[in-house]
């Protein structure tokens, strides 16, 4: 997810971040309806945002007039399990039910081999003991409190995204091709991983190398038929795919995604780039899924492997993915020319409805004569329960969730105010992990660096 991107300079965006006048400045084109179309959300669409921001005195997290945050967990502060200091770079993140009114947060950790405070080995939960990334898992009582905080699985590799299962687990995406031997590595890189949050040790750390062996950021399954969707962000051209995975054992459940499946790339006849396509509305019939010739990428990396003379469909910066409705929705995070994308855009929301075989362009970012600064940039995303969408930022400037309203308004719900930088240089993390409780009164989400985990409560149904 994050590419560590910094600018030396105070740009138009910091300028606005501090006048607190950023919400409006993000072009956006498209219509939200068809993203809610047929969901619980478009009983109750929200019209506007929630007004402007207001400094937190504290310095943490600038929120609208009426919300107020807690922080669950911090970088460095000692997990309650005593297995050792939480880790750094806070990632995707998924709130799942327990009982008793609990909820079990699970959160990535996207940790290289440089990373500042690795996951904690632990014995049963560890993929490869090189390995700094992972994840971590918060249980929270009815009331919000955080009841417990442990490892889920560590020795893995720059653990990005991923997305929850309807059987209640969540995949874990290792956004890396490295092989053993590459970085001190031990074993090769570059899968998915099951994790249950409510007992790590059931699921153990065990790569699901039948879905790819790829630079993973995130997955959304489809609960009737079973299918898992990938995204790729790959990070030079050729750019990565969207996949999908077709189970042998498609009724799911934890560790049934161990039995193997087909996984399949996605081609758009005609249509060889996705940033091509500037139109919202356009819509493509007839989607074709193509068989990947070696899933593990034992000799080439799946991008660059032959997919016949139709050749396949390539996009910049795939990154958030997530299940709605009767469709699945994933985000081009960014494409721009001069890295070798066809067009230039801010952002694109997809559309794929597995019915129809159809692949819609839903919004695009950006870019406007306003605003000419490619790092507002969509990436974890997640339905509110006002019917909105909740959007984090990965970019340059000033941090922020966004939310946008089904009549395309883009709003500005939270702004990180932990200035890493200096007064003349700010510098601020990313968010990411952006995900509602099971009830819709909290919103989670985490700041990149320095890490953090928020808890967000307010009227959300205004």
């Not at 290289?112 to 632990?122: L, N, Y």
Request: one cysteine or more.
């Amino acid at each position: 997810m994050s590419e560590n991107t910094t600018v030396g300079r105070t740009t138009r965006r910091q300028l606005l971040a501090r006048t607190g006048a950023v919400g409006v400045s993000i072009a956006f084109a498209g219509n939200l309806t068809e993203l809610f179309a047929g969901t619980a959300a478009a009983q109750n669409l929200g019209h506007t945002g929630y007004g402007p921001l207001v400094p937190d005195p504290k310095g943490l997290l600038d929120l609208p007039e009426g919300f107020s945050y807690r922080v669950l967990s911090r970088e460095g502060d000692q997990l309650r399990s005593g297995e050792g200091p939480v880790p750094s770079n806070h990632d995707g993140m998924t709130a799942l039910p327990g009982r008793h009114g609990r909820v079990h947060l699970v959160r990535n950790h996207e940790n290289r081999v440089t990373a500042k405070v690795p996951v904690p080995t632990v014995a049963g939960l560890t993929y490869d003991p090189a390995g700094k990334g992972g994840c971590t898992a918060l249980t929270l009582d009815s009331h919000g409190r955080v009841l417990s905080e442990r490892v889920a699985i560590a020795g893995t590799a720059v653990n990005c995204a991923g997305g929850p299962t309807p059987w209640g687990t969540w995949l874990t995406c290792e956004e890396t091709e490295d092989r053993a031997g590459t970085n001190g590595y031990t074993k090769d890189h570059g899968f998915i991983f099951e994790v249950d949050p409510a007992n790590p040790h059931r699921s153990g750390a065990v790569p699901l190398t039948a879905m790819g062996r790829f630079q993973h950021e995130a997955i959304a399954v489809d609960p009737g038929r079973g299918i898992v969707y990938e995204t790729e962000d790959a990070f030079e051209k050729p750019f990565g795919l969207f996949y999908r995975f077709l189970p042998h054992q498609p009724r799911g459940g934890l560790g049934t995604l161990r039995a193997g499946g087909r996984l399949q790339a996605m081609r758009v006849p005609g249509v060889p780039d996705l940033s091509s396509i500037q139109e919202t509305g356009a819509s493509f019939e007839k989607i074709e899924w193509v068989d990947v010739p070696d899933p593990l990428a034992t000799q080439t990396p799946i991008r660059h492997q032959d997919f016949g003379p139709k050749g396949i469909t390539h996009a910049q910066k795939l990154e958030g993915c997530y299940w709605g409705g009767r469709s699945v929705y994933f985000v081009s995070s960014f494409a721009r020319r001069a890295e070798g994308s066809a067009a230039d855009h801010y952002g694109q929301i997809w559309r794929y409805d597995p019915t129809a075989r159809r692949l819609t362009l839903v919004i695009v970012f950006g870019p406007d004569t306003n605003l000419q600064l490619p790092g507002e940039s969509p990436d974890n995303i997640c339905l509110a329960p006002s019917g909105g969408l909740m959007v984090c930022e990965d970019g340059n400037g000033a941090q922020h969730v966004f939310g946008v309203t089904r009549g395309g308004e883009v709003y500005a719900m939270a702004r990180n105010a932990q200035n890493m930088g200096t007064p003349a240089e700010p510098e601020w993390g990313e968010f990411a992990g952006v995900t509602f409780s099971p009830d819709g009164e909290t919103m989670y989400v985490n700041c990149y660096t320095p890490g953090t985990t928020f808890a967000v409560t307010g009227p959300w149904r205004k």
